[in-house]
């Protein structure tokens, strides 16, 4: 309950935003009360980043396999990332509003998430990205926009739903079922092998 409303609000607010008040009368609670928990907004703050993101680097993590992509593998790590988020609906913009941050020690909070993300996930891609034609010097930009396709949607679902006038819920059971197949066709098509184009020299991998 304590992490869940903490996210909220750091998502809403950004981390210098949330007051240890603000959190205390949130949860009904006194500071005090919610330093028996945590002793400062910092550690609830890795708490709540803790919960969100370790499961997902794990999750990358194992989705690592040498060789082209691997549809099979590909649609179980989809489908627990997006069960993840959907179960964290303020994470994604949580970590884009830390990301988007000018204060120092606030990137020093994300940091080591934000790297061990990009790196399992550079980790992932780079030989699948070899085989579907991308050369070495557009991997971190493969990566990034790969990196968007995945978080933007609950980054951006409530605003989209403005938009549009959608009356769906985009958590939803039906919606999220879209969203999987959706994440499986795009990342397919940027990830899964293709024949080298006619007349073009791959560059090195290196």
């Known amino acids: 309950m304590i992490l869940d409303a903490a996210e909220r609000l750091f998502s809403a607010r950004g981390v210098e935003g949330v007051a240890v008040r603000d959190l205390a009368r949130e949860l009904r609670l006194t500071p005090s009360s919610l330093y028996n928990h945590f002793p400062s907004k910092?550690?609830?703050?890795?708490?709540?980043?803790?919960?969100?993101?370790?499961?997902?680097?794990?999750?990358v993590a194992a989705a690592w396999q040498p060789g082209t992509l691997q549809p099979?593998?590909?649609h179980l790590t989809i489908d627990s990332l997006v069960t993840h988020l959907?179960?964290?609906?303020?994470?994604?913009?949580?970590?884009?509003?830390?990301?988007?941050?000018?204060?120092?020690?606030?990137?020093?909070?994300?940091?080591?998430?934000?790297a061990?993300?990009?790196g399992s996930g550079m980790a992932?891609?780079?030989?699948?990205?070899?085989?579907a034609g991308w050369d070495a010097e557009e991997l971190p930009h493969l990566a990034l926009g790969l990196f968007g396709v995945i978080f933007s949607y609950f980054t951006n679902s409530a605003s989209v739903q403005v938009l549009t006038r959608?009356?769906?819920?985009?958590?939803?059971?039906q919606e999220l079922d879209v969203q999987r197949r959706f994440l499986e066709k795009a990342i397919y098509r940027l990830l899964g092998p293709h024949p080298p184009r006619g007349?073009?020299?791959?560059?090195?991998?290196e």
């Open 42 to 59: 910092r550690a609830l703050y890795d708490a709540v980043l803790e919960r969100g993101l370790g499961p997902i680097v794990d999750l």
């Open 72 to 74: 099979d593998r590909m």
């Open 86 to 114: 959907a179960s964290h609906p303020h994470l994604a913009r949580l970590l884009q509003r830390a990301m988007l941050e000018q204060s120092e020690s606030v990137l020093a909070l994300i940091e080591r998430w934000v």
């Open 116 to 118: 061990r993300l990009y």
């Open 124 to 131: 992932v891609i780079r030989e699948a990205a070899f085989e």
């Open 166 to 173: 959608s009356t769906n819920d985009p958590l939803s059971s």
């Open 199 to 205: 007349g073009r020299k791959r560059k090195d991998r």
